[in-house]
């Protein structure tokens, strides 16, 4: 995985420069602990006085003769936390890893976790499902974050996107899917130049997506549905999409066709695009993308002779939904040469 060996070099590389007063660190995990109003059993666990290398749910980089042992990793997913973040954690300097996801905190996001005043090393920032309700800190200040997973919150406002010229340069994962983020995608998230997976479905935002988005060859999985976005799929820009592997779409108010330039994302596995107000021909460069198992085009008005497209090519699809559209002429035979298809819907 890319990803997570990208993880392990900056780890490496960021860990090995850095020294700190231990007391420091010591503090500033109490004073996280003293802000929880349900710390599920992790007092017992944190007594002051012992080496809070070894407390649980925290790792330490190795500490040599000139350099004392600081935190790396606070994980501690899923333990039926209550309560705020204090904003000392943001404090740890050489903090790499914040795995908070799957308990019950709520309140904000500290900004000091996002742009502390100390070094900020951070790489990956889970908070995923918990009841955070606010809005998100900007992603400008770290310049080391690889992933960002925000999902299943109750985060308002714009997506926290960086202004232009400040994006952090290595950002690949950003889940902010299920939340109640409003507003426009702001151009600046095609500012992110390593970015890979773009997921904020399931919120309320609206207009149109930058087609500086559709530029970027970086991206594997782009994903926005059940929003209220609009406009059409820009076909000179999506062939740029070479590594696309999910186009997620569904459930918002795209209209036009899909362009015929669908055919040159030869990655894409997971086309769908349900409940929308498009329509058209499909195109039968469809044909090409011989690696799809899933495509969704359910709820739409898509018409004429689906015979357009050579079904016989794609041998990995599971899945054709077409239900309530506007299709004519009869089932090609094609597609009974897609023998791995266990699912096929399409009242035409
Ligand atoms: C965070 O915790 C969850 C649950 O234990 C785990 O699946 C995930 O890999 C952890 N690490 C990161 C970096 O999010
Ligand atoms: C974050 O935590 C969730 C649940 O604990 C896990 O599924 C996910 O893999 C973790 N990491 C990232 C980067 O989302
Ligand atoms: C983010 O975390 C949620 C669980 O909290 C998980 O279901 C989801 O897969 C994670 N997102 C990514 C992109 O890993
Ligand atoms: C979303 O968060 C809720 C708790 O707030 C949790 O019960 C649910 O499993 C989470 N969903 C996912 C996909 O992780
Ligand atoms: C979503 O945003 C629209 C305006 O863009 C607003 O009218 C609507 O009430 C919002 N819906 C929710 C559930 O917040
Ligand atoms: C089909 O794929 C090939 C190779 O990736 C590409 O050269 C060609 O332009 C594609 N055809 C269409 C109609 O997109
Ligand atoms: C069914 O899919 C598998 C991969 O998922 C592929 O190896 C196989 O060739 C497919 N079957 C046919 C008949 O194409
Ligand atoms: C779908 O087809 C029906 C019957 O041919 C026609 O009345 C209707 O206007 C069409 N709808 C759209 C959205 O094209």
């Known amino acids: 995985m890319p990803i997570l060996y990208l993880l392990f070099v900056l780890m490496l590389s960021s860990a090995s420069s850095i020294s700190y007063c231990t007391e420091h660190d010591r503090n500033s995990l109490l004073r996280f602990l003293g802000g929880l109003s349900q710390d599920g059993g992790l007092a017992a ?52 890893r914040l795995n908070l996801s799957h308990n019950s905190l709520s309140g904000s996001l500290p900004s000091e976790i996002m742009s502390s005043g100390s070094i900020v090393v951070l790489d990956v920032l889970n908070i995923s499902s918990n009841k955070f309700a606010a809005e998100f800190p900007s992603l400008g200040a770290v310049a080391n974050l690889v992933a960002l997973n925000g999902s299943n919150n109750s985060f308002t406002g714009m ?108 990655k894409l596995e997971k086309l769908s695009l349900y409940s929308n107000k498009m329509s058209g021909n499909l195109s039968p460069s469809l044909s090409n993308c011989t690696l799809l198992t899933t495509i969704d085009l359910k709820i739409n008005s898509f018409s004429g002779d689906l015979g357009n497209v050579d079904f016989s090519a794609l041998h990995n699809l599971k899945t054709l939904d077409l239900l309530a559209n506007n299709f004519s002429g009869i089932i090609p035979e094609s597609i009974y040469s897609c023998s791995n298809l266990t699912a096929l819907r399409c009242v035409v």
Request: glycine fraction near 10%; hydrophobic fraction near 40%.
């Open 159 to 266: 997506l926290p996107v960086a202004p232009l010229c400040r994006a952090s340069p290595s950002l690949a994962l950003l889940d902010l899917s299920h939340n109640r983020f409003t507003g426009e995608v702001s151009l600046a998230l095609a500012s992110y130049s390593m970015l890979k997976v773009p997921k904020a479905g399931r919120n309320n935002l609206s207009g149109i997506l930058p087609f500086e988005l559709f530029d970027m060859t970086s991206l594997e999985h782009l994903s926005f549905p059940n929003n209220g976005l609009e406009g059409e799929l820009d076909g000179s820009h999506m062939a740029k999409l070479s590594n696309l592997v999910t186009l997620d779409l569904g459930g918002n108010c795209f209209h036009g066709k899909i362009p015929e330039s669908i055919g040159q994302l030869n």
């Open 45 to 96: 666990s944190w007594r002051d006085g012992k080496d809070y290398c070894s407390w649980e749910g925290i790792t330490c980089s190795s500490s040599t003769a000139s350099k004392a042992a600081t935190v790396t990793d606070v994980l501690l997913a899923s333990k039926k936390l209550k309560g705020s973040i204090s904003p000392t954690l943001g404090s740890l300097p050489g903090l790499l």
